[in-house]
C-alpha cells in the first residue's frame, strides 16, 4: 500500500506539474490541460502505430506537437483575452472540448490504442510486485522536478519565467517580454502534460474519456497545493494520493474518485489559496 | 433547301431519341426496381452511445442486416415490398458524466425528428434503459434492448401492459447463471474455493458481482472480498493487494470500462496469484493478445454475452456473421457484446412486421411474443418479453465462454460449442 501509495502520488504530480507552472507565470487557467494529455498519448500511438516510426522520435514529435499547440494557442487565442480572466478559463476549456470531440467523432474509441511500456515486467519493492513501468514514471518524476527548479533558478530563460510569475510589469521594463515568456510557459506546460501521457498511459490504454478526469486530478490537485506552487503540487499529490489508496484499500473503492473533490471542496473553504498558494491570499490585502 | 432543311430536322430528331434512349438506359440501370424505390422505407431507430466501442459495431452490425435484407427485396409489408432504412442517434448515456437526462432528450429527438416504425439495439447504460421505457410507451415505439439490469424484468412486471413495447435480449441472469457454472467447474477440477470479486459501479455489473458472491456464499466458496470501481478508475492495486494477501485463487472482474485493461496489466505485474475469470470488455475482442501482450492475456476466462460475437466452430451461423462482419466493415468485431444480438434483432424486427402485416404497435408486439428465429446467437424466442438463454443453440440463445490460450480464444463453456477444457493456467502449476 506505501509502495502504491507512493507511485500514485508522483502519478498526480506529473498530470498536475504543467498545470501549475503554466499558471504560476503566465496566470492562465489551461482548462485544454486534459485534452493535451490525450492528445500527447495518442500522437505517440500514431507515430508509433501507424507511421513506424522508433519510439524516441515518436515521444519528441508528439511532444515538440503539443507543445506548439500549446504556444500557438496563446499566441492566437489567449494574448486577445488577457486579463479577462473568465474568457480565458472558457476558451481554453473550449478549445480542450473541441480537441476531445474532434478526437471522439474521429473514432477514438475502443481498446486497441495502447503505448507499450518503455521497459515490460516487473519487480519486487520492499515485497510487493510493481511494474517497471511505475518505476519510471517514478524516477522521471523525480527527474523532471529536479530539471524544472534547475531550469527556472539556474537559467536565463527559467529566471526571466520567475521574473514575469513574480510582476510582470517590472519585468518588462527591465527588457522581459511577459506575453513571449507567458506564451512559452504555455509551451512548457503543454510538453510537460504531454510527456507526463507518454509515461503514465502505457499503464492501461488511451481513452478520449481520460482528458475530463485529467483536468479534474490537476485541478485538484493544484487547488490543495496552492495554483502556482510547484513544492505545493508535490505535497498535494501525496497527500491525495495516499488518500485514494487508502479510502480504496479501507473504505471504499467506489469513492477512491470522490476523494480528490472532497479534498479540493476541504482545502477551498480552510485555506482557499491552497497550502502552499499565495495568489489568493495576496488578492485579498490588495 | 427544304430537302437539307428536313434532313438536318431528321438528323437532329435521331440524336436527340439517341440521347433520351441513352439516358432512359442509364437511369434505368442504374435505379433499383421501380416499385421497390416507390414504397417509403420502415424506419428502424438506433437511439444509443454510440462512440462507445459495443454500439458503433451493433450499429454496423445493424446496418449490415438491413443491407441483407433490402438486398433480398425488403420487407413485405401491405402486399408491397419496403426497404428498411436506419436512424440513428448518439445519446452519448455510456460515457461517463452524460445524465440521463441528456439521453433521453437524444431518444425522444430521434422519435419526434426521424419518426422510426420500432427501435433496435437501444440505449447502452442499463440506467438509460429504465429510464427510457416510460418513453417507449409515451411515443408508443416497439423496441428490442440490449442492456442488461434485471430491473428491467421488474419494471417490465410491475405494469407489463404499460411497458408492453419493451423487449430485450439478455438478462444479467443469464450471465451469472454461465459464472456459477464455469465456478463450479473450477471448483471441481482445480480445488478453486476462494475468490475477490472486483465490479464496475453500474447496475448491470453490480447486479452480477452481488448475484455471484450469493452464490459463492451458499455454495462453499470463500468471498474474500468485493470491490466496486467508478467508470473510468484507473488503479486497483487495493483490491489486487486484498486479493493476493487473501489467497484468493480467483478474481472476479466485471467491466465495460476502458480503464479496466489497466487491471489485468497490474494484476500482470503484481503477479497476483489469481486468475481472472469474469468480463473485462478490453481484453474481449481478437487484437487484445496484441494490444496487451500474450502473457497478459494467457490464462485469462472471459464471457461473451452472446454467440456471434466470437466465432464458434461448432455453431455455423455464429462464425458467419463474424465473418460477413468483417467483410463488410474490414475488420474483427472487438467487443464481447451488442453486435450480434444487434445483427439479430433486425431480423426479428423485420419478421415480425411480416408476419404482423402491420406496424401498429400490439400487433408487432403479438409478433415478436410469438417469434421463433435462428440467429446468430442462438434460437431467439421471448418469454416474459426477454429473451431465453440456455446452453445449446438450436434450442437457445447462448453465451459463450472462452480461455485466452496462446493468444486465440478458445471457447470453454456451455458444452454445446465447447473446442477445449479450462485449462488452469501454467504459472499456477
Known amino acids: ?286 | 433547301m427544304n430537302i437539307n432543311s428536313e434532313k438536318r430536322r431528321s438528323g437532329m430528331r435521331n440524336r436527340m431519341m439517341f440521347t433520351v434512349a441513352v439516358f432512359l438506359f442509364g437511369f434505368l440501370a442504374v435505379s433499383p426496381p421501380i416499385a421497390f424505390s416507390a414504397e417509403k422505407p420502415i424506419v428502424i431507430g438506433v437511439p444509443s452511445s454510440l462512440k462507445m466501442l459495443e454500439s458503433a459495431e451493433a450499429l454496423n452490425a445493424i446496418i449490415m442486416a438491413t443491407e441483407e435484407i433490402n438486398a433480398k427485396g425488403g420487407v413485405k409489408l401491405g402486399g408491397a415490398q419496403r426497404p428498411l432504412k436506419v436512424a440513428s442517434i448518439d445519446t452519448r448515456g455510456g460515457e461517463p458524466g452524460v445524465p440521463i437526462s441528456d439521453a433521453l432528450l437524444a431518444i425522444e429527438k430521434l422519435f419526434l425528428e426521424q419518426k422510426p416504425d420500432a427501435v433496435v439495439l437501444g440505449p447502452f447504460r442499463s440506467e438509460v434503459l429504465l429510464a427510457a421505457m416510460d418513453l417507449y410507451e409515451k411515443y408508443k415505439m416497439v423496441s428490442i434492448n440490449v442492456a442488461m439490469t434485471p430491473k428491467f424484468i421488474e419494471k417490465y412486471s410491475s405494469d407489463p401492459a404499460k411497458y408492453k413495447y419493451c423487449f430485450r435480449m439478455l438478462n444479467a441472469k443469464y450471465v451469472v447463471g454461465y459464472l456459477m457454472k464455469t465456478m463450479a467447474k473450477l471448483n471441481k477440477d482445480y480445488g478453486f474455493n476462494k475468490v475477490y470479486i472486483v465490479v464496475q459501479d453500474v447496475l448491470w455489473a453490480t447486479a452480477i458481482g452481488n448475484g455471484m458472491k450469493g452464490w459463492f456464499e451458499k455454495n462453499g466458496w470463500q468471498v474474500a472480498g468485493m470491490d466496486a470501481y467508478p467508470t473510468g478508475a484507473s488503479d486497483f492495486s487495493s483490491s489486487l493487494l486484498k486479493a493476493q494477501q487473501s489467497g484468493a485463487q480467483v478474481i472476479m472482474p466485471i467491466f465495460d470500462m476502458a480503464s479496466s485493461g489497466t487491471l489485468a496489466l497490474q494484476w500482470k505485474d503484481m503477479r497476483v496469484p489469481a486468475v481472472p475469470v469474469g468480463f473485462i470488455s478490453p481484453l474481449m475482442g481478437s487484437k487484445a493478445a496484441e494490444t496487451f501482450g500474450n502473457d497478459v492475456v494467457e490464462g485469462v476466462v472471459n464471457i461473451a454475452f452472446q454467440a456471434g460475437n466470437v466465432p464458434l466452430a461448432k455453431y455455423p451461423p455464429a462464425t458467419d456473421f463474424y465473418n460477413a462482419y468483417k467483410k463488410r466493415w474490414g475488420q474483427e468485431l472487438q467487443a464481447g457484446h451488442m453486435p450480434s444480438e444487434a445483427y439479430d434483432s433486425v431480423f426479428v424486427m423485420a419478421n415480425a412486421i411480416e408476419k404482423a402485416d402491420s406496424l401498429d404497435p400490439d400487433k408487432l408486439i403479438k409478433a415478436i411474443e410469438e417469434a421463433d428465429y435462428k440467429g446468430s446467437i442462438g434460437r431467439i424466442r421471448f418469454k416474459d418479453h426477454e429473451i431465453v438463454f440456455g446452453e445449446d443453440p438450436a434450442e437457445n440463445a447462448i453465451l459463450v465462454i472462452y480461455q485466452w490460450k496462446n493468444g486465440k480464444r478458445v471457447p470453454v463453456f456451455p458444452e454445446s460449442v465447447a473446442e477445449g477444457p479450462i485449462d488452469k493456467p501454467k504459472w499456477m502449476k
Open chain 1, 1 to 286: 500500500m506505501l509502495v502504491y501509495g507512493f507511485i500514485n502520488s508522483i502519478i498526480l504530480a506529473l498530470i498536475a506539474l504543467g498545470f501549475s507552472m503554466t499558471f504560476g507565470i503566465s496566470r492562465v487557467a489551461n482548462f485544454a490541460h486534459g485534452s493535451f494529455y490525450v492528445l500527447g498519448g495518442l500522437l505517440t500511438w500514431f507515430f508509433l502505430r501507424k507511421a513506424g516510426l522508433p519510439y524516441v522520435i515518436s515521444v519528441i514529435a508528439a511532444v515538440v506537437i503539443v507543445g506548439i499547440l500549446g504556444a500557438a494557442m496563446y499566441r492566437f487565442l489567449l494574448v486577445r483575452l488577457r486579463g479577462l480572466e473568465l474568457a480565458e478559463v472558457i476558451s481554453t476549456f473550449a478549445l480542450g472540448l473541441i480537441i476531445l470531440e474532434l478526437m471522439r467523432s474521429m473514432g477514438i474509441m475502443g481498446f486497441q490504442y495502447r503505448i507499450p511500456p518503455f521497459v515490460p515486467g516487473s519487480v519486487s519493492v520492499f515485497g510487493t510486485y510493481v511494474g517497471i513501468q511505475r518505476l519510471i514514471i517514478v524516477g522521471a518524476g523525480l527527474f523532471l522536478l529536479v530539471i524544472i527548479y534547475l531550469f527556472v533558478h539556474h537559467t536565463r530563460l527559467g529566471l526571466a519565467f520567475r521574473g514575469v510569475a513574480q510582476d510582470d510589469h517590472t519585468a518588462f521594463t527591465v527588457g522581459i517580454n511577459p506575453d513571449r515568456i507567458s506564451m512559452l510557459s504555455l509551451m512548457v506546460g503543454s510538453m510537460l502534460v504531454s510527456l507526463a501521457a507518454i509515461l503514465i498511459l502505457p499503464l492501461g490504454t488511451i481513452s478520449v474519456d481520460d482528458g475530463y478526469d485529467i483536468l479534474l486530478k490537476s485541478l485538484a490537485v493544484c487547488i490543495i497545493g496552492g495554483l502556482e506552487s510547484t513544492f505545493g503540487v508535490l505535497v498535494a499529490a501525496f497527500i491525495l494520493g495516499y488518500a485514494e489508496v487508502l479510502t480504496s484499500m479501507y473504505i471504499s473503492s467506489s469513492l477512491s474518485m470522490v476523494v480528490p473533490l472532497l479534498c479540493m471542496l476541504v482545502i477551498l473553504l480552510i485555506k482557499p489559496s491552497g497550502l502552499f498558494g499565495k495568489y489568493k491570499e495576496l488578492e485579498e490585502r490588495i
